[in-house]
């Protein structure tokens, strides 16, 4: 079976093996995290509406100054709630992910949500964030859009695993992603990323991007060594540097263990006695 291999910058950039950062977006409410993401090398920024309280207006916010920025954003949706990726992408957004997919069915769904017809089902409008909010014709909205539009499919389970191949071949589809913390539950081996399991799901999945030219991502590990293990199946150089909730939480106790530490010195004593005997 013969795709189509959509080409925007983002997705050549992959294609070309160049490393490509990507900053999770889930705790923070301004985009003043984007724009930290910007200034530390990031290249995208994947603003997460499965795991947080985020309104759509917040992270239509964030999407559009990434975009400002030259950055690529991508949002991952809520589980199956298909109804909220047009709203994101009117508002910015240029990647939509959604995890848990299982089927080719789904999958389609997804991929037709997000292109105008008659490739997908996605509603007419005129104005976006993309182009400069100028009022543009369909005859060249549409088409723009559509290849600027980048659309995840995030496998998690062994069905969807099993399936790799068949939502691989959607025309709809542009990239692959395994969720590791999901998929290894999903096992039964929770977090054990090493698992031949997990690397027989990778190179199931690898193949089948490999046949139908699409691209591949991992996801959920932070073991650099085994990420470079993974490559050579055909993992993509779209890497995850962390969220912000994690990110946060390491500088937090990085820098309260600089004082901690301080404090502990030969400096440093605790006269606590010696005031109660004051």
């Known amino acids: 079976m013969t795709t189509h291999i959509r080409s925007n910058p983002f997705l050549d950039r992959l294609r070309a093996g160049h490393l490509t950062l990507m900053l999770g977006i889930r705790c923070s409410r301004?985009?003043?995290?984007?724009?930290?993401?910007?200034?530390t090398g990031h290249h995208a920024v994947l603003v997460d509406l499965e795991h947080s309280a985020m309104p759509l207006d917040l992270a239509a916010q964030m999407c559009a100054t990434a975009?400002?920025?030259?950055?690529?954003p991508?949002?991952?949706?809520p589980e199956r709630e298909y109804g909220a990726i047009?709203?994101?992408?009117?508002?910015?957004?240029?990647?939509?992910?959604?995890?848990?997919?299982?089927?080719?069915?789904?999958?389609?769904?997804?991929?037709?949500?997000?292109r105008f017809p008659p490739a997908g089902q996605r509603s007419q409008l005129a104005m976006v964030p993309h182009l400069g909010m100028r009022p543009t014709a369909a005859r060249e909205l549409n088409p723009a859009l559509d290849a600027a539009t980048i659309v995840q499919i995030l496998l998690e389970t062994p069905a969807g695993i099993e399936n790799a191949d068949a939502i691989a071949a959607l025309d709809g589809v542009d990239m692959l992603a395994i969720g590791a913390n999901d998929l290894?539950?999903?096992?039964?081996?929770?977090?054990?990323y090493g698992h031949p399991a997990v690397r027989d799901a990778v190179a199931t999945a690898a193949a089948a991007c490999a046949k139908?030219?699409?691209?591949?991502?991992?996801?959920?590990?932070?073991?650099?060594?085994?990420?470079?293990?993974?490559?050579?199946?055909?993992?993509?150089?779209?890497?995850?540097?962390?969220?912000?909730?994690?990110l946060l939480h390491s500088a937090a106790l990085s820098r309260a263990t600089r004082f901690?530490?301080?404090?502990?010195?030969?400096?440093?004593?605790?006269?606590?006695?010696?005031?109660?005997?004051?």
């Open 30 to 39: 301004t985009s003043d995290v984007v724009r930290i993401a910007h200034a």
């Open 67 to 72: 975009g400002d920025l030259g950055m690529t």
């Open 74 to 77: 991508f949002v991952r949706v």
């Open 86 to 114: 047009g709203r994101l992408l009117d508002c910015g957004a240029h990647g939509i992910v959604v995890p848990r997919v299982e089927t080719v069915a789904e999958a389609e769904l997804v991929s037709r949500a997000c």
């Open 184 to 192: 290894t539950a999903e096992l039964g081996v929770p977090g054990e």
């Open 212 to 246: 139908h030219g699409k691209l591949l991502q991992v996801g959920g590990i932070t073991d650099l060594e085994l990420l470079d293990s993974l490559a050579p199946l055909g993992v993509s150089p779209l890497q995850l540097t962390g969220m912000d909730t994690d």
């Open 260 to 278: 901690t530490d301080r404090w502990s010195g030969p400096h440093h004593h605790d006269d606590s006695e010696g005031r109660e005997h004051a």
